[in-house]
């Protein structure tokens, strides 16, 4: 058995539902990393701003006044907080109460809102082409003897660049997003498993199809599939029984033919052999009569067996299946075999229920098949009924009544030799023929009568006909509403 051939990647169920599951969760987890980023730069500004506000703090505790003028001694430490080896530089002033430069670097920037006593103003400046975060404090200084220092406030200005900042905010985004990312590849590779362990009897139903040879149509098993490929499995074993149903139609079909084929060819080859072998004109002239009668029937045959065929339910080649006459179908049918009604002198007959409007019996159906149902029916009646009798086919409606549709009804009744009660469902079985003296046939005529009017949702039964003389073959059809019943419905 040749191997199943991999499907591309592309369309891999595994993969589709693991990104289904992941991209989501990738979506969350972005978010949540901004967000996580978001909080770490806060964070990280924080300390920053905490850092600045301590050394601040530490430089302006160290102004002194003496003798009237403002001095600032920097310790080490109120800088050395900010070594915490990234690299960062840190720039300051003091400026007296009049702006006047007491320590630092006179060109350090300074905010451009003014700080008060009780409130330090943060801001972001740059110095000599690098950002800077600086912080500018007001601290009062007492013993100021210039007239023009009589608040005796100084004002101290400290900055840092910002990479400690930045490698501080990289720091705590990083410890932030480690457990999202784990989080992330743990559910993905969880997901994976579970879909493959999930997907299990989806290979199982693969690798038994791939396993089984071409005529196994046996119904998959649905034993310990999950309820989702319950219907999947179903829907595909309706399929495979409908294969079924198809091939041994076939193999019926092609048994059938050939059992009923080998013998009227096996007397054709025979006639053809004695009319060879006679001297005679006459002799002649008889088997070339009794060669074209045998090719009549076998021609009759192998057309009955297409139409039973045609007939199937579960032949591939659909039937016409339109909304069909039946009136104008069976005068047809009727049309085409008077010729036979003559020779035998049948009184050949059509009648409609005259309590009924002349309008069509629309049913739906193929009309070359319901053609051929009414034609086989009539053709049974015509072969039984005896030289001199009749022949009628009455074709009228019976209305709905409840949940039962409205229906065509096709009787057609001889005043033939009938069919006894207890054969009367056997003459419907292919090639089952009630035998009687001087009647040709093959038993396919009722089967493709029921065949044909089962297909279109129909029925067909037999009874006696009336006062208990000859057969009466009542076939019934669903109707279609005529478009003019429809306009007008008939009142209740």
Same mark, same amino acid.
């Given at each position: 058995?040749?191997?199943?051939?991999?499907?591309?990647?592309?369309?891999?169920?595994?993969?589709?539902?693991?990104?289904?599951?992941?991209?989501?969760?990738?979506?969350?987890?972005?978010?949540?990393?901004?967000?996580?980023?978001?909080?770490?730069?806060?964070?990280?500004?924080?300390?920053?701003?905490?850092?600045?506000?301590?050394?601040?703090?530490?430089?302006?505790?160290?102004?002194?006044?003496?003798?009237?003028?403002?001095?600032?001694?920097?310790?080490?430490?109120?800088?050395?907080?900010?070594?915490?080896?990234?690299?960062?530089?840190?720039?300051?002033?003091?400026?007296?109460?009049?702006?006047?430069?007491?320590?630092?670097?006179?060109?350090?920037?300074?905010?451009?809102?003014?700080?008060?006593?009780?409130?330090?103003?943060?801001?972001?400046?740059?110095?000599?082409?690098?950002?800077?975060?600086?912080?500018?404090?007001?601290?009062?200084?007492?013993?100021?003897?210039?007239?023009?220092?009589?608040?005796?406030?100084?004002?101290?200005?400290?900055?840092?660049?910002?990479?400690?900042?930045?490698?501080?905010?990289?720091?705590?985004?990083?410890?932030?997003?480690?457990?999202?990312?784990?989080?992330?590849?743990?559910?993905?590779?969880?997901?994976?498993?579970?879909?493959?362990?999930?997907?299990?009897?989806?290979?199982?139903?693969?690798?038994?199809?791939?396993?089984?040879?071409?005529?196994?149509?046996?119904?998959?098993?649905?034993?310990?599939?999950?309820?989702?490929?319950?219907?999947?499995?179903?829907?595909?074993?309706?399929?495979?029984?409908?294969?079924?149903?198809?091939?041994?139609?076939?193999?019926?079909?092609?048994?059938?033919?050939?059992?009923?084929?080998?013998?009227?060819?096996?007397?054709?080859?025979?006639?053809?052999?004695?009319?060879?072998?006679?001297?005679?004109?006459?002799?002649?002239?008889?088997?070339?009569?009794?060669?074209?009668?045998?090719?009549?029937?076998?021609?009759?045959?192998?057309?009955?067996?297409?139409?039973?065929?045609?007939?199937?339910?579960?032949?591939?080649?659909?039937?016409?299946?339109?909304? =069909?006459?039946?009136?104008? #179908?069976?005068? &047809?049918?009727? +049309? %085409? !075999?008077?010729?036979? $009604? @003559?020779?035998?002198?049948?009184?050949?007959?059509?009648?409609?229920?005259?309590?009924?409007?002349?309008?069509?019996?629309?049913? =739906?159906?193929?009309?070359? #098949?319901?053609? &051929?149902?009414? +034609? %086989? !029916?009539?053709?049974? $009646? @015509?072969?039984?009924?005896?030289?001199?009798?009749?022949?009628?086919?009455?074709?009228?409606?019976?209305?709905?009544?409840?949940?039962?549709?409205?229906?065509?009804?096709?009787?057609?009744?001889?005043?033939?030799?009938?069919?006894?009660?207890?054969?009367?469902?056997?003459?419907?079985?292919?090639?089952?023929?009630?035998?009687?003296?001087?009647?040709?046939?093959?038993?396919?005529?009722?089967?493709?009568?029921?065949?044909?009017?089962?297909?279109?949702?129909?029925?067909?039964?037999?009874?006696?006909?009336?006062?208990?003389?000859?057969?009466?073959?009542?076939?019934?059809?669903?109707?279609?509403?005529?478009?003019?019943?429809?306009?007008?419905?008939?009142?209740?």
């Amino acid at each position: 058995m040749r191997p199943l051939p991999a499907l591309p990647t592309a369309h891999s169920l595994r993969l589709n539902l693991v990104l289904w599951l992941v991209a989501p969760l990738g979506i969350i987890a972005a978010v949540m990393a901004w967000i996580a980023y978001s909080n770490a730069a806060l964070t990280a500004a924080a300390v920053t701003d905490r850092i600045l506000a301590a050394s601040a703090q530490t430089i302006a505790e160290q102004v002194k006044v003496e003798n009237g003028e403002a001095t600032a001694l920097i310790p080490p430490s109120a800088l050395g907080i900010f070594a915490t080896g990234a690299g960062d530089r840190v720039v300051y002033k003091v400026l007296d109460p009049t702006d006047d430069l007491i320590a630092g670097i006179a060109d350090v920037p300074v905010p451009a809102r003014r700080p008060s006593v009780a409130t330090p103003v943060y801001f972001e400046a740059a110095f000599r082409g690098q950002p800077f975060r600086g912080i500018a404090m007001i601290q009062p200084v007492v013993g100021f003897t210039d007239p023009r220092d009589a608040s005796g406030e100084v004002t101290v200005i400290v900055a840092a660049t910002e990479h400690d900042e930045a490698a501080m905010t990289r720091s705590l985004w990083l410890q932030g997003i480690q457990p999202i990312g784990i989080l992330l590849v743990l559910v993905a590779g969880l997901g994976w498993f579970g879909l493959n362990r999930g997907l299990k009897p989806l290979d199982r139903i693969r690798r038994d199809l791939a396993d089984r040879s071409e005529t196994d149509l046996s119904p998959l098993s649905v034993a310990g599939l999950p309820s989702e490929v319950h219907p999947l499995v179903t829907a595909f074993n309706g399929a495979l029984g409908r294969i079924e149903s198809y091939i041994a139609a076939q193999r019926r079909f092609v048994a059938n033919a050939a059992h009923q084929l080998h013998t009227p060819l096996t007397l054709l080859k025979m006639q053809t052999h004695y009319g060879l072998t006679e001297e005679t004109v006459a002799a002649k002239d008889e088997a070339l009569s009794a060669l074209d009668s045998g090719l009549g029937q076998l021609s009759r045959l192998i057309n009955q067996l297409l139409t039973l065929a045609r007939a199937e339910p579960h032949t591939p080649t659909k039937p016409d299946v339109k909304p =069909a006459d039946i009136v104008a #179908l069976a005068m &047809e049918a009727l +049309a %085409n !075999l008077a010729p036979l $009604a @003559l020779d035998k002198a049948i009184d050949l007959s059509f009648e409609r229920d005259p309590r009924e409007h002349s309008g069509p019996l629309l049913v =739906a159906a193929s009309p070359t #098949l319901l053609r &051929e149902m009414v +034609a %086989n !029916l009539v053709d049974n $009646a @015509l072969c039984y009924t005896p030289v001199g009798g009749r022949v009628a086919v009455l074709l009228g409606r019976q209305d709905a009544s409840g949940a039962s549709p409205a229906e065509a009804v096709i009787r057609v009744v001889d005043t033939g030799p009938g069919i006894p009660p207890d054969e009367r469902e056997r003459v419907f079985e292919r090639f089952y023929r009630v035998l009687r003296p001087g009647v040709e046939g093959n038993g396919l005529g009722l089967a493709i009568v029921r065949e044909i009017a089962s297909g279109a949702g129909g029925s067909v039964s037999l009874a006696d006909g009336p006062g208990g003389v000859g057969l009466e073959a009542v076939v019934r059809l669903p109707l279609l509403a005529h478009p003019s019943e429809r306009e007008n419905p008939p009142a209740a």
